[in-house]
């Protein structure tokens, strides 16, 4: 594995490498690596030819300074395991090489009502944070492909609509959330949770299986409701919130009716860890 730290080296080579026909996968990382993440380099390796993963803990998505100094950065446990899925290049920039001008000149995206509702609500100026550096490193890179997981639903619709506004010709590969065997779906933020908070976090999975079990047999309102006070019997849990959106749109939905492809979606606090899961009902 090469491992790049300029973004002027990292598109030299790729565009060496593109010029003589060979196909680009490119999965975006916040690093502390886990079997999540490795699937997504596993499945770019299968359909590229150079697979490029970058770790970079960006600091224009975060809005709690809190959330960013505390976020998981093991890079020595990273490097073997990427090394183990025969990842071709790392590309691991600082924030100056991908900020020179640092974080007052961001650029406004026009993400329409993805920006303000669920995630986006609750993390002003988040996802816009995550669309400027994943334009950047489109653009460093020009990836034909990019793998992203189900496991940040909402990411991913903001992600192909960036693909749409800026018409970059570049497919998103969707992949399965991966989890523990306890159903907890893996996160780099599970690493903050003590081992009484996994076993209460299980609940988080149990209740949106339960979830695509039933809904047919119940009203959206009498499902919600039953479902957040189903994660709530578990110590520590708090819901932000636990929606059914349109799978395509993303529109929030209020009747089973409403949408053809449904997608369950909840951000939990379990402590002070904060995790999301959803599930295609
Ligand atoms: P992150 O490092 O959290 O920014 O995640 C990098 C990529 O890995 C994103 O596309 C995530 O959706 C994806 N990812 C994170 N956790 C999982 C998981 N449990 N299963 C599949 N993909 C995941």
Not at 28 to 37: C, E, I, K, N, Y
Not at 40 to 63: M, R, T, W, Y
Not at 183 to 204: C, P
Request: with cysteine; charged share 20%; proline share 4%.
């Amino acid at each position: 594995m090469i491992l790049y730290k300029r973004a002027v080296d990292i598109s030299g080579f790729v565009k060496k490498n593109t010029h003589v026909g060979k196909s680009i996968g490119f999965v975006p990382t916040m690093g502390a690596l886990h079997q999540g993440h490795l699937s997504l380099i596993q499945q770019a390796k299968l359909e590229n030819d150079i697979v490029i993963c970058s770790i970079f803990v960006n600091p224009a998505q975060f809005n709690e300074q809190n959330d960013l100094r505390t976020y998981p950065r093991p890079l020595e446990s990273d490097l073997p395991l990427l090394i183990s899925t025969q990842c071709d290049l790392l590309f691991l920039p600082s924030a100056d090489e991908i900020y020179p001008n640092g974080l007052n000149s961001l650029k406004h995206y026009d993400l329409g009502y993805l920006e303000n509702s669920l995630e986006g609500r609750l993390r002003p100026g988040h996802f816009n944070g995550v669309v400027n550096v994943i334009d950047k490193f489109l653009e460093i890179l020009k990836p034909d492909r990019l793998y992203l997981g189900q496991k940040d639903f909402q990411q991913v619709k903001v992600i192909e609509r960036l693909l749409q506004i800026t018409r970059q010709p570049c497919q998103c590969i969707i992949c399965p959330i991966q989890r523990e065997e306890s159903g907890l779906a893996m996160s780099s933020r599970n690493i903050r949770l003590t081992a009484e908070q996994k076993v209460h976090a299980s609940v988080i999975y149990k209740t949106l299986s339960f979830v695509r079990e039933h809904y047919k047999k119940y009203s959206l309102k009498e499902l919600q409701s039953h479902a957040i006070s189903m994660v709530h019997q578990a110590p520590e849990t708090a819901v932000d919130y636990l929606e059914f959106c349109d799978a395509e749109s993303f529109h929030i939905i209020h009747n089973w009716n409403d949408a053809e492809h449904i997608v369950c979606v909840a951000a939990v606090k379990v402590g002070e860890v904060r995790l999301l899961d959803n599930i295609l009902l």
